[in-house]
């Protein structure tokens, strides 16, 4: 099986530099995925890692340690918008596709 | 406009009733899954299809059935509605199992009474 664990809830001030983090433990690591999940909506795509470092997209960055088992997501400048749900979801190479997602990190943005 | 929709987006059901939640993506997309989100929790797989007539168990499948006679729709049912199903359900679709994300549908929310 799969344990993925996130902070429940993260609180930042606009503007500011926040870093969310996953913790997983897993047998065929085959990639880890973050996504975003405004309240009320559909998830949708921030970032895949599937070898150790880091990747960026604009004010978005997500870290991988596979031997570490430990992934971060950083959103830097801070908007109100960015007050969401953070999902982390791992997968593994003998699910054909499957992900298994952990409970999320609410993160408020605050003025 | 092309993308995975999921029908009914609102459904209030009784216990013991058959309900069956729609999902339909344009993409021709390989993959499809269903998931439930309970309140502040994250999303668990329910079943999942590789392909047309190719399905599989998530974690948690009890209750439900799906089918995919055709690569396009991946109708999930509930046999027997229980009050523990009542819960947000999202369909996604990937076009690959490499570094491919997953697209959500909207969701549907089903109150079972």
């Not at chain 2, 021709?28 to 079943?47: E, T, V």
Request: hydrophobic content about 30%; glycine content about 10%.
């Amino acid at each position: 099986g799969q344990n993925i664990d996130q902070p429940t809830e993260m609180t930042a001030t606009e503007g500011a530099i926040v870093q969310i983090n996953c913790t997983y433990q897993t047998s065929g690591f085959n990639g880890l995925f973050w996504y975003q999940q405004h309240a009320g909506e559909a998830p949708t795509f921030l970032s895949y890692n599937v070898l150790d470092g880091l990747e960026e997209k604009g004010r978005f960055s997500s870290f991988l340690s596979r031997s570490k088992g430990y992934s971060y997501l950083l959103l830097k400048e801070l908007q109100m918008k960015d007050s969401a749900s953070y999902l982390c979801a791992v997968r593994r190479n003998t699910n054909a596709g499957k992900s298994t997602f952990g409970d999320g990190t609410t993160l408020t943005v605050k003025p | 406009d092309a993308g995975i929709t999921q029908s009914p987006r609102y459904k209030i059901t009784e216990t013991g009733r058959q309900v069956t939640l729609m999902c339909h993506q344009t993409w021709s997309h390989s993959y499809m899954f269903w998931y439930r989100q309970d309140l502040g929790h994250g999303l668990r797989l329910i079943y999942y299809s590789a392909a047309a007539d190719i399905t599989d168990k998530g974690e948690v499948p009890d209750g439900y059935v799906v089918s995919r006679s055709k690569t396009e729709n991946f109708p999930l049912t509930l046999e027997s509605a229980t009050r523990s199903q009542t819960s947000v359900y999202f369909c996604a679709s990937s076009e690959s199992t490499g570094g491919e994300t997953q697209y959500f549908g909207p969701g549907t929310r089903l109150l079972v009474l």
